[in-house]
């Protein structure tokens, strides 16, 4: 199979239909053989009744229907999981993605070698301020932190070799950093290619405000365990020791300085930052310790993706 086409929907009942129709005539003009996922994210709508209708006689159409909404990534998650195809590609129901898009970014995939290409909604047809400004911001800091360059980061229009996206968790709302997961994993051939973005025909947004902050403390976790899920006690033993180290001074420089001049040692401040930091590193070291034991306990503290063997 050449195709999936992994699509996650909450509440999107109105869009489906459409977006089907659409999707079917591209891959015809194309010839591809495809699949469609859809996953129902616990939909309060009649989604489900709408995905049911369109899968009834048509093998192309498969779908997930989760008991609860469980959010985007977790829909993701388990499309991947499922998808047959060659080309795993995801976007959203709402329509803002364009499925004419689909047979242009496998060609992108396969003249690049790409592992993975994302979208780059260059104009954008969203809400000026609270989505486009923020996002040129997070697509910086994002960029910076993870050392991957794209425009559009959380774009939802986006394909993968299928070896990309059954190597991945996606998580929480990892959603929003699928490149640096990817990039993880060792996927790190990523392209990006300009794409058709709509305003949204049917139904609401899903993601408020909240997304940055939650957004940033994401990506923070990303690159930590990337770094070192499996090795805590370098940062934490590093940062400890150093910090410990510091207190030591202060209070070998406060203990001679008693001995040699009788000053006082609880009335200087020096005394009082020496207590801290002593007590600071000595935490982290710990912290670091029991990252360890978690770690070593870890089921798949063994588990490494293989990418070829003789
Ligand atoms: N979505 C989902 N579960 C959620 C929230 C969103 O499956 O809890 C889906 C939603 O139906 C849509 C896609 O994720 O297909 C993107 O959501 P939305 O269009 O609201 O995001 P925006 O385009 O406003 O960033
Ligand atoms: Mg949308």
Redesign the pocket.
Known sequence: MNVSIVIPAYNEAESLPELLQWIERVMLEHSYTYEVIFIDDGSKDTTWDVIEQLSSGNTNVRAIKFQRNYGKSPALNEGFKIAQGEYVVTM???L??SPEEIPELIKVLKEGNYDLVSGWKKVRH?NKFTKNLPSKLYNSVTGKMSGIKLHDMNC?LKIYKNQVVKSIEVFGEMHRYIPVLAKAAGFDRIGEKPVIHQK?KYGT???GMERFVNGFLDLSTILFITKYGRKPMHLFGLWGSIIFFLGFLITTYLIISKIAWSTGIVNRPAFYIALTTMVLGTQLFLAGFIGELINRRSPDRNNYLVEKTL
């Open positions: 959203d129901a709402d803002q993605d969203d939802g949204r947004s899903k993601f």
